[in-house]
């Protein structure tokens, strides 16, 4: 069953600009992680984030987890037309697999 | 880092045919192996899980006999999509562990594009 919730489903920006994607999910974690797609592509693990972490960075990435919120957002600062790809948030939550959220479209304009 | 692959990357195949796709871990031992399908704009929904020498455990609503997934060998496991149907036409993605503990990292494959006319 799926697990996380992106919004927004679809989001377009100006290069340079900063996108932000938030997730939801409904159930304890023990992580969550994030993960990149280009159209037809497959996944590129981006971040992950332990359920005893708020906050943490990668480059140009920060992502938050609200535990109490049961919510993690990813931050995109200064994007370029080369983030343009879908965004999953995909969560763990005891001994099951990866669980995926429905995805962010990201389009950055030049 | 771990590398996953996946054979063929993409296949047309005429509908009642079978087509088997492979899933390699090249650089590890997957105790562990995962298939998932995406449709398009669509997230990725979990099929099975297999573990190495044992069945593999499907999810609900996956008809086991028309996803036939066997894992051989700790670097191996294949999907067959059995009579395929137009239906059946996605993005199947292939994911290997290399641990026992389900936090252990997922490591993914490219995907297999499958078209069925």
């Known amino acids: 069953s799926q697990q996380g919730e992106e919004d927004p489903q679809a989001l377009s920006i100006q290069e340079g600009e900063n996108a932000t994607m938030n997730c939801s999910y409904k159930?304890?974690?023990?992580?969550l992680q994030w993960y990149r797609q280009n159209s037809g592509r497959g996944l590129v693990h981006l971040i992950l984030?332990?359920?005893?972490?708020r906050e943490k960075h990668s480059g140009r990435l920060r992502v938050t987890l609200d535990t109490s919120k049961k919510s993690s957002s990813l931050l995109i600062t200064a994007s370029r037309a080369a983030d343009t790809a879908s965004y999953f948030c995909?969560?763990?939550?005891?001994?099951?697999?990866?669980?995926f959220g429905k995805g962010t479209r990201l389009s950055v304009i030049a | 880092g771990a590398v996953v692959s996946q054979h063929p990357s993409w296949v047309i195949c005429k509908s009642g045919t079978s087509v088997k796709i492979e899933c390699r871990s090249l650089?590890?031992?997957?105790?562990?192996m995962f298939w998932y399908r995406q449709f398009p704009k669509q997230s990725l929904m979990l099929m099975a899980t297999?573990?190495?020498?044992?069945?593999?455990?499907?999810e609900q609503g996956v008809e086991k006999d028309k996803f036939l997934i066997n894992h051989a060998s700790l670097t191996l496991s294949t999907l067959t999509v059995t009579s395929a149907h137009p239906e059946d036409s996605s993005f199947y993605i292939c994911?290997?562990?290399?641990?026992?503990?389900?936090?252990?990292?997922?490591?993914f494959g490219p995907g297999t594009r499958l078209t069925v006319l």
């Open positions: 994911s290997a562990r290399s641990g026992l503990d389900a936090t252990d990292t997922q490591y």
């Open positions: 159930t304890s974690i023990n992580n």
């Open positions: 984030i332990r359920s005893n972490e």
């Open positions: 995909a969560t763990h939550s005891g001994n099951t697999p990866l669980v």
């Open positions: 650089d590890f031992q997957a105790t562990t």
């Open positions: 297999s573990n190495e020498g044992s069945k593999a455990t499907y």
